[in-house]
């Protein structure tokens, strides 16, 4: 498989989808309130709150309402962006006094060694915001592997994961090479959606996964060592 670049899931791709569901997402979830009310008044609580208001259309919503709301989403896990904003933010305190660390399996360090080495790029992207992204690959068991990725898109900066636009939108930002873009992850619907936008793609299903090991269309691995992947070497492939 001859790449330019590889864009790869976080959860249950790089990095245990129990991690996210079973620490990241109940830590945020019991800390919503509490952020909102010390934070008040601050550019940080200014734009959570402008954002939920737009995300709702309900320009008239207060700080209680708009911390209900943020607390609805989670509990629903409801990809929207303002709770992965504040999300992000609330991780961050996590990750700088200790109490977080960013999951990553054992060959994720060495397979983005192996493909920065031979000259292919490396892009994260997830519904967690850039900031949380970033986070998480700096403060990980193995150390801060972010000197490894090359950028990190989102919900912000590309788009929904499940629609094809974003994969186009990320190929604009990356010099228009669709053909020579590898997607990995583990969800079937955004495989799908990178499919249709002209990428390559492949799923990955981990031994411990619940879901099975069929994902329909896409050739399936087990772990990022099992990707052969080459760099393109006959100029831009798009």
Excluded at 23 to 50: C, N, Q, S
Excluded at 143 to 168: I, M
């Amino acid at each position: 498989m001859s790449v330019h670049a590889v864009v790869l899931d976080i959860e249950g791709t790089t990095g245990s989808l129990s991690h996210v569901r079973d620490v990241l997402f109940p830590y945020a979830r019991k800390r919503i309130g509490a952020w909102m009310r010390e934070r008040r008044g601050t550019e940080d609580w200014h734009r959570v709150v402008r954002s939920v208001r737009a995300h709702t259309t309900e320009p008239g919503l207060d700080e209680e309402a708009v911390a209900e709301r943020l607390e609805q989403w989670a509990d629903a896990d409801v990809k929207a962006a303002p709770l992965k904003d504040l999300q992000g933010m609330v991780w961050a305190s996590g990750y700088a006094s200790g109490e977080l660390y960013g999951h990553v399996y054992p060959e994720v360090p060495r397979a983005l060694e192996r493909w920065k080495a031979q000259g292919i790029a490396r892009y994260i992207y997830s519904s967690g915001s850039e900031a949380a992204q970033r986070d998480w690959f700096r403060h990980t068991e193995f150390g801060d592997l972010s000197g490894l990725l090359d950028g990190y898109f989102d919900l912000v900066s590309a788009g929904p994961k499940g629609e094809a636009r974003s994969y186009r939108a990320i190929s604009g930002l990356l010099g228009g090479r669709c053909s020579s873009t590898l997607f990995v992850s583990d969800v079937g619907e955004e495989l799908d959606a990178a499919a249709a936008a002209g990428w390559q793609t492949v799923a990955v299903r981990r031994r411990d996964d619940a879901r099975g090991a069929a994902v329909p269309g896409h050739p399936l691995v087990s772990s990022l060592d099992a990707l052969g992947l080459t760099p393109v070497t006959d100029g831009i492939n798009r």
